[in-house]
């Protein structure tokens, strides 16, 4: 065997090394990005348990929250703080989870949050509160949103 062969031989060799490292790297960056949603969305799920547990947890909140839904407007200055913070954790929560499910393409799941989405969006007191924190939103969210607004009852 001359070194023509041996050399033609070493270079089919790391061509299939290369593949097989392609390969490799292609199913390991795949299962990353299949574990990162997986975090991901387990953290949204965890921040929208908290927010109820927050309601279930606490006659204060509960109390402000049946107020503010009623009139965000006429809440005293320290409760519609509070009723802010309160519903803003809740659209944070539905752009964040929104966008994960655009982003992998979970079709079911925006329908849900839409689902969960047009039945707030018609108390009285996050309709009140929206109107008056929309700018504190990304443009595509806003318009989401509110067809969501439009088209509920």
Not at 14 to 26: D, F, K, R, W
Not at 88 to 97: A, K, M, P, R
Request: charged share 25%; with cysteine; aromatic share 10%.
């Amino acid at each position: 065997m001359d070194w023509n062969a041996i050399s033609a031989i070493g270079e089919i060799l790391g061509a299939v090394a290369v593949v097989a490292t392609l390969l490799y790297l292609s199913k390991q960056i795949r299962q990353n990005a299949r574990a990162v949603q997986v975090a991901a969305l387990r953290d949204t799920t965890a921040q929208r348990n908290h927010w109820s547990e927050l309601l279930a947890s606490s006659p204060d909140v509960a109390e402000i929250v049946v107020r503010g839904n009623k009139s965000y407007k006429n809440l005293p200055d320290v409760d519609a703080l509070r009723y802010g913070a309160f519903i803003q954790t809740f659209f944070d929560n539905v752009e964040s989870y929104l966008t994960l499910a655009q982003v992998h393409k979970v079709d079911k799941d925006v329908q849900v949050i839409e689902d969960i989405v047009r039945r707030r969006v018609c108390i009285t007191g996050f309709s009140e509160w929206w109107e008056e924190n929309v700018d504190d939103y990304d443009d595509e969210f806003v318009a989401w949103i509110n067809t969501i607004r439009q088209t509920s009852d």
